[in-house]
């Protein structure tokens, strides 16, 4: 076991980031650690503000020879907090966050610490998007190397769809590009494979010409006629244009509401409405039109950072009225009990299944809807139990599920990972790792551990060799 004491020549090697060092005790530290989930508390050895692809090698470089655990940081939405290594080092990417945009070309190069807001606003300003998730605060590459679902999903694919090359920093330092073209195999993996083979320093995304409106259609019933008017969205959904995405939750105030997001010219969506108005007499009725930029921005938490949160999910190939009940009851058999989660559905279809199975590592293209479970709460006395109810939510829709989304993923473990990637595609995932990341170096995500690691890894055809060591 090495010694986590910085030497000095390694010390001498972190002063020349273009970045910094933060050090417990130190001015930035604690807010740094922070991440979306209270319930995270963990204190790294030493956090490394990376400002550079360089950086992101110095610092897996210095992990390696102080053997310490690696935790990567961008929007810090992990339920777990995998970002926060306890005593390890952690590669904060935060302050690589900018996105430029080539509105001629349709591309936008995004730096690996980036928003999904920053992405948002730059190819806003030429009324471009692509696919990008429904909270502006989340990070750009966890969503994306899971997947990425989001409003545009239906219309031009996940987020990992419209990626046209990665720029990565391996588990040995040295920065490689992964495109269709430069290690395709390696470009198949990091579209769905999760965080596993490496540190993601840019992406290059394909825009899309989307405008700048939206609209929003929502249907708010009590749960004694709920059932009826879910029964009637899901039949809609079979027939539902490509720009608009169903939605449906249940939530804490007692209603459950349907309805769907559009993207694209306003009055085409509204087309929809009277349909939605058919399925029965609500109790309340939003239809907005906000721009494309306020959407995203719309499911954004207001403390984001002082909750303590708890979720779980699942893929649905089929929603038959048992389902639709279950989802209702969200696991409360009593008709009184407490805590219970938020529960909600957002449809896939349309472009995310034209997309072939064995083009990915993404898996599971023919669901018809995502299901969660998520509750927040702030007195750590209502762990357990807020915990609890919301794997009883879940737990109530498993015999209609068929696999899960790996960002859904929360403390399931490698159990959770098969749901995710069917047995051919999980063993050529293990031999991308096993090929880029033998040491198993990058674990603190929804780990893919490699099988019998070689002597060394396997040099990747690189793009730069990086400084520093």
């Not at 030493?46 to 929007?75: K, Q």
């Not at 996105?99 to 730059?122: F, K, M, S």
């Not at 009324?127 to 899971?146: D, I, P, Q």
């Amino acid at each position: 076991m090495k010694t986590a004491m910085i030497s000095a020549t390694k010390l001498r090697t972190l002063t020349r980031l273009d970045g910094e060092v933060l050090l417990p005790g130190g001015m930035g530290y604690d807010e740094a650690r922070t991440v979306w989930n209270a319930m995270v508390d963990r204190r790294p050895r030493m956090i490394v503000r990376c400002a550079s692809a360089r950086d992101v090698a110095i610092a897996v470089r210095t992990a390696r020879d102080l053997d310490l655990e690696i935790g990567v940081r961008c929007g810090g939405h992990s339920v777990l907090g995998l970002a926060v290594p306890d005593g390890g080092l952690m590669i904060d990417l935060t302050p690589m966050g900018g996105a430029r945009v080539d509105p001629a070309r349709r591309r936008a190069w995004v730096q690996g610490g980036a928003l999904l807001g920053a992405l948002d606003a730059a190819a806003q300003r030429y009324g471009l998007a692509t696919t990008a998730g429904n909270v502006s605060h989340t990070g750009v590459g966890g969503l994306t190397l899971g997947g990425g679902m989001g409003w545009l999903a239906r219309q031009y694919g996940l987020a990992c769809d419209n990626v046209a090359s990665f720029e990565m920093v391996t588990a040995d330092g040295n920065i490689v590009r992964a495109s269709e073209a430069e290690n395709p195999d390696l470009f198949w993996g990091l579209r769905g494979g999760g965080g596993n083979f490496g540190v993601i320093t840019e992406f290059e995304f394909r825009l899309h010409p989307v405008g700048t409106q939206a609209l929003v259609a929502e249907f708010s019933f009590p749960l004694e006629q709920a059932l009826p008017a879910l029964r009637g969205w899901r039949d809609l959904l079979a027939e539902a244009p490509r720009q608009a995405t169903f939605t449906a939750s249940v939530g804490r105030d007692g209603l459950a509401t349907v309805g769907f997001v559009w993207v694209g010219d306003p009055e085409q969506g509204r087309r929809l409405v009277p349909a939605m108005r058919a399925l029965g007499r609500p109790a309340a009725e939003r239809v907005i039109e906000p721009s494309y930029v306020e959407l995203q921005r719309m499911d954004d938490t207001t403390g984001r950072h002082t909750l303590r949160r708890y979720s779980k999910g699942h893929y649905l190939r089929y929603f038959p009225d048992d389902a639709i009940e279950a989802f209702l009851l969200r696991g409360d058999t009593s008709g009184h009990a407490g805590n219970l989660p938020d529960a909600g559905l957002q449809a896939y279809g349309g472009a995310i299944a034209e997309v072939p199975d064995q083009d990915t590592a993404f898996s599971h293209r023919d669901t018809l809807l995502e299901f969660g479970a998520g509750t927040s709460w702030t007195d750590p006395a209502e762990d357990e139990t807020r915990m609890a109810a919301a794997r009883r939510c879940t737990a109530a829709l498993d015999q209609f599920a068929s696999g899960v989304y790996v960002n859904a993923l929360s403390d399931e473990g490698s159990e959770g990972v098969r749901r995710a990637y069917p047995p051919e595609k999980l063993a050529r995932l293990t031999a991308l790792k096993n090929a880029y990341d033998p040491g198993n170096v990058f674990h603190l995500n929804q780990n893919i551990p490699p099988t019998a690691p070689p002597a060394r890894i396997p040099p990747a055809r690189t793009a730069a060799a990086a400084d520093g060591g």
